[in-house]
């Protein structure tokens, strides 16, 4: 079992920047892939990033602006979201998984991002 503890939602406007945070705590071995779901409203819930010990990969719609990275040793993932549009406002969740395949194993209560135009 893992646990992950989401941080760094909040209102931006359109163009501007947040950085989110994912501490991960429990299971290290459920953590080797770790990423980057959202739910907008009315949406289904789509994938955003992932990341393992040797690549990340993105979802077109944010390719560019969002970059994926993870601090091992605090076993916590971040994506910092850059150049934000209103289209990207969604709950935010916190995903880890033993592999690439099972990423989306594990999941973190969310976090708001709410960008306004």
């Known amino acids: 079992q893992v646990q992950l503890v989401e941080s760094g939602g909040g209102l931006v406007q359109a163009g501007g920047s947040l950085r989110l945070s994912c501490a991960a705590s429990?299971?290290?071995?459920?953590?080797?892939?770790m990423g980057w779901f959202r739910q907008a409203p009315g949406k289904e819930r789509e994938f955003v990033a992932a990341?393992?010990?040797?690549?990340?990969d993105y979802a077109d719609s944010v390719k560019g602006r969002f970059t994926i990275s993870r601090d091992n040793a605090k076993n916590t993932v971040y994506m910092q979201m850059n150049s934000l549009k209103p289209e990207d406002t969604a709950v935010y969740y916190c995903?880890?998984?033993?592999?690439?395949?099972?990423?989306?194993?594990?999941w973190g209560q969310g976090t708001q991002v709410t960008v306004s135009s």
């Open positions: 995903t880890a998984g033993s592999s690439r395949q099972s990423v989306n194993d594990n």
């Open positions: 429990g299971r290290t071995s459920s953590t080797i892939a």
């Open positions: 990341i393992t010990w040797s690549y990340a």
